[in-house]
């Protein structure tokens, strides 16, 4: 399961168009402000390979337009995650720890072998990891289902290797001259 | 969907991820992470080492990004029109 060169392609193109969008805004701006119009309209054209399907495109698309509105919109107008961008998003999962922690506490002194008790703490630990998880994926707190943010992190890698690898081949080309 | 019930008794709301999903997953990490793929056991500390490195992995990435968009954004300023680089970086803004 690799990125694709259609989707490399396709990425391009739809970077491509944000960055033209930008153009305008961008020729007399500072570097800062120049690396983040390019590096918005980049994960625009990330979370628009999906088409509105996963989970994590439609939370980064939501989150990019709390940063840039007009170009969210302008990249994705005429597609239907345009509705994305108003769409009220599902109340974040909230666990409430302490109390799963006090009813485990009193679980565990029952606990007999210290066998159980590894495999508790292993069993803690990538309940922790997974919480890691959830941090970096986009949309990934509003994801109970530990299933789901399993398949939407490989999606989501799939996709940023996507964007690095392209990204890198522009990048690359263009200074390839300038170090002389 | 299926959830799978943990036998234990828990309060916790979100179903667990089992052994044969995290198998599943390290499978398919494992071509993408390449240092993991040397890990033959499927136990819960390999899962959680698994998670971790997926979580740096995308850290990565990102950082990855944000420095080749300042890259760009620098070349922008500091290319030369007439040179072939800067026919590159036009033709990506048009």
């Not at chain 1, 506490?105 to 990538?126: H, M, N």
């Not at chain 1, 799939?158 to 690898?165: C, I, Y």
């Not at chain 2, 070349?75 to 970086?89: G, M, Q, W, Y």
Request: hydrophobic share 35%; proline share 3%; net charge positive.
């Amino acid at each position: 399961m690799q990125p694709t060169s259609s989707m490399n392609e396709e990425f391009l193109k739809k970077w491509q168009m944000g960055l033209q969008i930008v153009r305008p805004s961008i020729d007399n701006t500072s570097v800062s402000e120049r690396k983040k119009a390019i590096k918005l309209s980049a994960d625009i054209a990330m979370a628009s390979l999906r088409k509105g399907t996963t989970c994590w495109s439609r939370a980064l698309i939501q989150k990019t337009a709390t940063e840039d509105n007009f170009l969210v919109r302008q990249m994705l107008s005429g597609i239907k995650e345009e509705a994305l961008i108003n769409k009220r998003l599902p109340k974040k999962v909230v666990c409430h720890r302490k109390i799963v922690r006090r009813s485990k506490k009193i679980l565990r002194r029952k606990t007999k072998s210290a066998c159980e008790e590894a495999a508790a703490k292993a069993k803690k630990l990538v309940k922790r990891r997974t919480q890691g998880l959830r941090n970096v994926v986009p949309g990934g707190d509003l994801m109970s289902n530990d299933v789901l943010l399993l398949q939407e992190t490989l999606d989501y890698i799939m996709s940023l290797q996507t964007q690095v690898n392209v990204m890198r081949s522009i990048v690359d080309a263009a200074e390839a001259g300038t170090e002389q | 969907m299926s959830n799978r019930r943990s036998s234990r008794q828990s309060s916790s709301t979100a179903p667990r991820i089992s052994d044969d999903q995290m198998i599943d997953l390290v499978t398919k990490l494992r071509q993408i992470l390449p240092e993991i793929g040397q890990r033959r056991r499927s136990d819960k500390v390999s899962a959680s080492k698994v998670l971790q490195e997926t979580c740096n992995y995308i850290r990565n990435l990102n950082r990855e990004v944000d420095n080749l968009s300042e890259r760009l954004s620098q070349l922008l300023e500091s290319v030369d029109e007439d040179s072939p680089e800067a026919a590159v970086i036009r033709s990506l803004f048009m």
